[in-house]
């Protein structure tokens, strides 16, 4: 039997950012500052004041939502919550 992969979504709420730059120190790929200086998902949709985006593998964003002073990234495996 084949095992299905996994899927991640990560959500940055980006009303409460603080604008610290931990997430884009850990995880350059896939984090960058915005134009109002919060940070942003590369690539991601943007939905009222959120950044959402999917993958297929978490990489370097659990470590970035675990580096965020304020958790305001959010980190879903399958739909569950994992950070
Ligand atoms: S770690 Fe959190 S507070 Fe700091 S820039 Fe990233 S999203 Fe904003």
Redesign the pocket.
Known sequence: MVKKLASYKVL?M?N?????????ALCPEY?E?DEDD??HLKNSKRIDENDEIEFDDVNCCLD?AL????T??HVYEDGEEIS
């Open positions: 940055i980006r409460e950012c603080v604008s610290c730059g931990n997430c884009i984090f500052f919060l940070s970035a580096s965020c002073p304020v305001c990234i």
